[in-house]
Structures are given as C-alpha cells and as structure tokens.
C-alpha cells in the first residue's frame, strides 16, 4: 500500500493521526476504496493494565484547551500515529466497487 497516496481524516494538525482512506480509479473502469486504521493491538496486550485504563476511557476525549488521552501519548502521537512517509502498523479494509455504487 506504500504507492498509494493515502490521506488521513483527521484535522491538520492532529498528532494521533489514526484513520486514513485512500480511492483510485482502476483499469477495469472499478474503484477501490481502502479504509486504514492503526493498529495499537500490537503494542498493547489484552488484559494489561494499559489495555484496562484504555478500555474504561473508551475514546480521546478533546477539550478546548487540552486533550485527555486514551493511550500514552508515546503511542498514540508516536508508534501508532500513521504519519506519511514512515512505516507504521495498520488494519486495512479495501472494496472494489463499481461507478454506480
């Protein structure tokens, strides 16, 4: 997936940059459309005390002068961050779909 120009849907500026899509046209008149998403299961296992406290927050939560993270930020600004150009871990679901879709 590393040819493909791929974008994030999250706001300029955002350091958690943890979904991205990516569209093309393909030769048989198809499109494909691939949605990503970071994979932190790599880094945190289940039923760990990082894995507990992610759960119970559920989400980041964002506040007009602060952000209160779901993982440490390590991760979540960091390894799990799908920054362009740098290789990162992902789930990627992708469909060929037809112009009419």
Do not use: Q
């Not at 362009?84 to 060929?96: D, N």
Request: proline share 6%; glycine share 6%; aromatic share 4%.
């Amino acid at each position: 997936l590393r040819h493909l120009p791929i974008c994030s849907v999250d706001p300029p500026g955002c350091t958690d940059i943890d979904d991205a899509l990516h569209f093309r046209e393909l030769e048989n008149g198809n499109c494909e459309v691939g949605v990503h998403i970071a994979d932190v299961s790599h880094f945190i296992r289940p039923g760990t005390a990082i894995d507990e406290e992610a759960a119970s927050r559920g989400t980041t939560v964002y506040l007009a002068d602060k952000r209160i993270d779901m993982v440490p930020e390590l991760l979540s600004s960091n390894l799990c961050s799908l920054r362009g150009g740098e290789e990162r871990l992902a789930f990627s679901c992708i469909w060929e779909i037809t112009p009419n879709a």
